[in-house]
């Protein structure tokens, strides 16, 4: 059963990693629209965390919810961004490319538990209101 859920913890690991780098971003700008992005962002993954690892618990997997290397890089590169350029609407687009690799990585999750239906219906929700999530940043994109 854990090797079954290996792409739902995974899953789980890149998600705390994001959210890492939205709560160190939200910090670090000064321009209030960009912290509000990023804080949003920060609680819809804070929202799925808890909803995954509820899930994976009932499965008998824990996880530590410390995330991957990865923190450390998101948090490193926002540092970097904000020392030479600032963290303003002008880091929408690699936010969205973001997003988007979680995307897939929902989708491969989905496909991956497609008989545990509780769970893969779990995760086409969540994928869903992070597809509505970038379609909004998308737009807020463009606008700017």
Do not use: W
Request: hydrophobic share 40%.
């Amino acid at each position: 059963m854990a090797d079954l859920l290996e792409p739902v913890v995974s899953l789980r690991t890149s998600v705390i990693d994001a959210r890492a780098g939205y709560e160190e971003g939200a910090t670090l700008t000064e321009d209030q629209q960009t912290r509000a992005v990023l804080i949003g962002l920060r609680d819809l993954h804070t929202r799925h965390i808890d909803e995954l690892t509820v899930a994976l618990t009932a499965r008998g997997v824990t996880e530590p919810e410390d995330g991957s290397l990865m923190t450390t890089v998101h948090k490193a590169i926002l540092n970097l961004r904000a020392l030479f350029t600032g963290l303003n609407d002008n880091i929408l687009p690699g936010v969205i490319d973001g997003e988007e690799r979680i995307i897939e990585d929902y989708r491969d999750a989905v496909a991956d538990t497609a008989e545990d239906r509780v769970l893969s219906d779990l995760l086409t929700v969540q994928c869903q209101r992070l597809q509505d999530e970038v379609r909004r940043l998308r737009a807020l994109a463009q606008a700017a």
